[in-house]
């Protein structure tokens, strides 16, 4: 794939899926944030308000604000700007690996957007679950971030799968 296609293709991708996840977070904040959740399906779908200071189900929300800030804004910031950099100059990636990194970035964008103009935390609005079995709260850019691993896993499997050593 010729590298203005490769751009085009993950350019477009981290920019649907920022701009999408950011505008389901408007409508949370807009719509949950001053009301009771929202059960559906018997509350197996759970639309509520919550913002995560922390990384994912929390974790490290107790860590002191610079550790958070270090972390979470530094270190996924240049994180994004690798996966950016190899989705466009690898050659050796497929489609479905160029679309993973491009969903990972986006929804890393979508989620760095929120820790930038939102004191650091994340706004997360869906629980999924079945009886005892329960998610914890996300958001479109955890789902996007999710998708984006998987692929990235699958394509990597695929390749390993078609090349043989010799012995």
């Known amino acids: 794939m010729r590298r203005i296609w490769r751009l085009g293709l993950v350019v477009s991708v981290l920019i649907s899926c920022a701009g999408c996840d950011q505008a389901t977070k408007n409508i949370a904040r807009q ?6 959740p929202v059960s559906l399906l018997n509350d197996s779908v759970r639309f509520e308000y ?15 604000r610079e550790g958070r800030f270090l972390l979470l804004i530094i270190l996924t910031s240049a ?3 690798l996966a950016l950099a190899l989705a466009v100059s690898t050659r050796s990636l497929n489609v479905g690996q160029w679309i ?3 969903l ?10 929120d ?10 609005f869906v629980r999924l679950g079945v009886g005892p079995f329960q998610t914890g709260v996300f958001n479109l ?3 996007a971030i999710v998708i984006g691993v998987i692929l990235l896993l699958l394509g990597s499997a695929k390749g390993r799968r078609g090349t043989t ?3």
């Open 104 to 113: 990972l970035a986006g929804g890393g964008v979508g989620n760095l957007i």
């Open 79 to 81: 994180s994004l700007l």
């Open 50 to 64: 919550t913002e995560n200071s922390g990384a994912f189900l929390s974790l490290g929300s107790s860590w002191p």
């Open 141 to 143: 850019a955890d789902v």
């Open 115 to 124: 820790r930038m103009f939102n004191d650091g935390a994340v706004i997360d």
């Open 100 to 102: 993973g990194l491009s």
């Open 165 to 167: 050593s010799a012995v």
């Open 31 to 36: 719509s949950l944030a001053s009301s009771s």
